[in-house]
RNA sequence: GCGCCCGUAGCUCAGCUGGAUAGAGCGUCUGCCUCCGGAGCAGAAGGCCAGAGGUUCGAAUCCUCUCGGGCGUACCA
């Protein structure tokens, strides 16, 4: 409809004396029902340009529009209004055929094919397996999938993945916070009969380092324990398992390879069900080594060379970013010869490009915001159109409980992980509460709040909804009364509560696309929050059970529509649409 | 210092590419359960959209400045 008047305004206005050629009308949704359902401003844009009163304007496009353009079809009526809004009211007809069309297509309603063909790339959360996901992946976690799956609803081919690092130095001083608890655990436990000297040495020496070592800490951690180490419990599990597994024969390791890779595969596994269990399924997980060991690294590096962008001092490897609008120049590779993360990071965009995605998705917390910058200009340097690259930025999360805020730090292990949180308030809550604001906002997630199954919590009100219709459904089911979509039967909706309730329904194609382009996700929150709104509204004033056949039948269409519409929506933000409650 | 984000009801936040009387939820107050699911509905109160300029027919929205908060500004990730 919004494509028809576009047109017809467009052919009018190409007839009036002195339109420059270029104007576009604007077509908008008015915030006042009684103004209409679309409306457009052309004329008082018009006004200054044809030196004419806009009123004026309207009218003659109006009297255009009737003469002319108008398909009663689409448009009941057209009116001038306040200072020369045009406004279009829509004919129940249109309404109708749309609603049809929601009823026809079922669980494909919502679909459109803007991006059909096309290849996308979202990487999210990314996080380094040195610990379990936190709170605050939670909400890249969330924001990711939600985005991947309105690409995937507007047409796009989707890979999810996860790009993580298992090299360099954090790795390193997890597998020595490992080996630390490790030593620590030995010491300890009882070990086996075999190993009895050998563990009774370890022992001694060990606790004479620690006392050597004591001073008043506030947190006990062994003497060798590295300065900035992971200080969290599951690193002592982690030891445990060694400990259990080994005994003390990894005392006599030389390195901390075996630490490193036993700390890796628990934590990923651990991350991994987390992921699962918030309904989260990557495509691909891709390890930065890989890029290393193809040799994609120094390629890149040499590539940048290359462009003349790159040079030597003080013994380590700088990229000119100075000269590509940044303040100052970036190393590259370090002086002592590692390169810091940023080379590989390019290399890695580099590898995504080549894979022929055409658009890249990057989901990164306010902290990143000064890193991607420097991607993008190597990426440039590089030949490739970085324009591609679309980067989300997502404020932090602050945790409240009980009316306070629930400080965080990783430091000092004190942090709330993404599990403990799924257990307090369930996944489905978890998703809603982290995708209902937008992305670029402070997030405050009441857990109180949140773990309420009640009216307070927004959640349920859509779950609720759709529970309702389903009962509903299905109660009118046992008396054989069956919804009927057909255009008949559909025009016996005319109440105020019944229109109003499909003029909702039917903008969800739009609002999934929109939430798409934009890559604003929380939008479809909003969205479905007055989808089931208007729902309750319609259930209140109309009734279907009780009511005529026909008018039951009609209500009943109404009623499947509204449940597609949110089962649908519901299944983009990747919550639950229970049958009953 | 510089860069990015944010400042809307008591609290947490919506507000689509600038539009007509700025909207929800929670909290407060008033009504509504012989009736398809009351996890609900109808209504009331509550606002100098941080402040000041500017752009224009028209600004919460765009521009500039000020104030207040978050994040960044590493040969850490």
Redesign the pocket.
Known sequence: MKDYLSAALQRILTNIASVPADFVP???????P??GDL?T?CA??L??HLRRPPRGIAEEIVAAFMAEERDPFYIDSVSV???G?I?FKCSNRYLYRELGACLERGGDFGRSDSGRGKRALVEFVSA?PTGPLTVGHGRNAVLGDTLASLLEWVGYEVTREYYF?DA???MRVLGASVRSRYEEVTAEEDQPFADLPRAIGHRQTYQSKQLAGAGNKPVIVPDSFPEDGYLGTYITEIARKLAKKHGIDLLDREDNDMFETAAQSVIFGAIRTTLEHLGIAMDSYFNEKSLYERGAVTKTLNALRAQNMVYE????IWFKTSSLGK?SDT?LV???G?P??RLPDIAYHVDKMERGFDILINIFG??????YPDILRGLEVLGFDSTRVKVM?Y??VTLIRAGQEVKMSTRKANFVTLDELMDEVTPDVTRYFFIM??A?????FDIDLARE????N?V??LQ?AH??I???LK?AAEINLMPDPGPASLALLVEESEIALIKEIIRFPRVVS?CAE?C?P??LA?YL?SVA?AF??F??S?????EKEGIAMARMALAQAARITLHNGLSILGISAPE??
């Open positions: 604007e077509l908008s949704v008015p915030a006042n009684d103004h409306a401003n008082m844009k006004a200054r209004a306040g200072g809004f406004n380094n690092n360099g130095r954090q001092e003080d013994g380590a303040e190393v370090k002086r002592t590692e810091t993360y306010a902290d990143h915001i000064g890193t930025i404020q932090f604001r937008s670029q906002k402070h997030l405050e199954a009640s009216d307070k927004p349920f009100y609720y529970a309702r389903c009962s509903i109660k929109s934009t604003e929380h939008r909003t929050r709104e309750t509204r259930y209140h109309c009734r279907i059970l009780g009953r409650m």
